[in-house]
Nanobody, 124 residues
């Protein structure tokens, strides 16, 4: 399984970015996809996840109402639309997916495959 993130960059507070994660190596539409982030000196934390069909989503409280996770199963890609960005959103963002199909997890321990990460920096 390979996951490749893109779309990170530098943006001013209040701005927007859309991250993408292209997956390959197995049947994309059978697996939950998640986004995590890790700021310097901090633990990697859960941001959002979307079920295999796209019918269910879940967000960390810190991003609820500002970030939207979505997926395109035909393109084997998951997205994270980030609006109203804040300096505290600055982190490396990772997409991840579990090893088990048709299973959803909201914690890091449920995810077995990870991308290399993409840097998001929000200036004040």
């Amino acid at each position: 399984v390979q996951l490749v993130e893109s779309g990170g960059g530098l943006v001013q507070a209040g701005g927007s970015l859309r991250l993408s994660c292209a997956a390959s190596g197995r049947t994309f539409s059978s697996y939950t996809m998640g986004w995590f982030r890790q700021a310097p000196g901090k633990e990697r934390e859960f941001v959002a996840r979307i079920s295999w069909s796209g019918g269910s989503t879940y967000y960390a409280d810190s991003v609820k109402g500002r970030f939207t996770i979505s997926r395109d199963n035909a393109k084997s890609t998951v997205y994270l639309q980030m609006n109203s960005l804040k300096p505290e959103d600055t982190a490396v963002y990772y997409c991840a997916t579990p090893g088990r199909p048709y299973s959803s997890y909201n914690t890091r321990s449920g995810y077995d495959y990870w991308g290399q990460g993409t840097q998001v920096a929000v200036s004040s």
